[in-house]
């Protein structure tokens, strides 16, 4: 078996545990087309990864002290997060000031803008979204130094921190690792805390972008509430407490649906 192949199907398992919470290995078999014995191997080299855990038959991620693998969280939600891009989209006008932080939603709105948008100046730390720029029609892209976190290819810390507090852009846009039930922004560690918050600062008009499967994700980071954001761009249905508060505040929440496009003119506005 090629190692390309048995790092693909890992991949797949921890994109499949979560969505799903809880899988046995059984059920993991019979989604992924391989055999049980193959998915119990696979099973007990992510365990001793400290990955997952098994117990009664099943398995299921450990908790987080930092965000599964690139690779496999740019499987998840994919249309969901085409969907929010073309949100994102409407909201940049050509020749905008941007900054863009990191993540695989945010890789997806800068491929998307690449494709629709000309003449636009980004900052950003993260290589996945700069590579994502490539094909952008005059486009100027300003990429953070610093120590490179190679597992995801971004800049976070003090250096990205300094990087973005010298610029003045147009619209900043950014993700987060959850959200809580009570509308509290979370994150894995303080270093993400602190480019998030150094990201929001450098812009005249913040966008957070996240898909549904960060709404209620436990992590122990904590800064900020959602409604202290300009705009909100999720496929998530945040509670009702949250949504009036996000009125109340007057931020924008655009909701986008998994089985239409989402444009100003056709997303939900909360």
């Known amino acids: 078996m090629r190692k ?3 790092t693909r199907r890992r991949d797949a398992i921890i994109a499949l ?3 799903a919470e809880e899988l046995s290995a059984a059920a993991l078999a019979a989604r992924l087309g391989v055999s049980v014995q193959t998915i119990r191997s ?5 365990d001793e990864a400290a990955l997952v855990q098994r117990r009664n038959g099943g398995v299921r991620l450990r908790q987080p002290s930092e965000n599964i693998g690139y690779a496999p969280r740019a499987s998840l939600a994919r249309a969901e997060k085409q969907q929010i891009a073309m949100a994102v989209r409407d909201l940049v006008p050509n020749g905008a000031r941007i900054a863009l932080g990191t ?6 709105c800068a491929r998307m803008l690449a494709a629709s948008r000309a003449d636009l100046f980004i900052a950003t730390n993260s290589i996945h979204a700069a590579i994502a720029l490539q094909s952008a029609e005059g486009a100027e892209v300003v990429l953070s130094g610093g120590t490179l976190r190679l ?7 003090a250096a990205s921190v300094t990087f973005f ?5 147009d619209l900043a846009v950014f993700s987060c690792g959850g959200l809580s039930p009570c509308g509290a922004v979370l994150d894995y560690n303080t270093e993400e805390v602190a480019a998030r918050s150094a990201i929001a600062a450098c ?21 900020g509430m959602v409604w202290e954001y300009d705009v909100v761009v999720t496929g998530a249905d945040l509670p009702e407490d949250v949504q009036q508060q996000c009125r109340a505040s007057g931020c924008e929440v655009i909701r986008v649906g998994p089985d239409r496009a989402a444009t100003n003119s056709d997303a939900e506005h909360v």
Do not use: N
């Open 203 to 223: 812009a005249r008009r913040t966008v957070l972008v996240m898909d549904a499967s960060k709404l209620g994700k436990a992590l122990p980071c904590r800064k």
């Open 42 to 46: 696979d099973l007990r080299q992510l």
């Open 165 to 169: 507090s010298s610029f003045l852009v």
């Open 151 to 157: 597992r995801d290819l971004d800049v976070i810390g």
């Open 103 to 108: 993540g695989t939603t945010v890789e997806t």
């Open 17 to 19: 545990l979560c969505e």
């Open 4 to 6: 390309e192949d048995m």
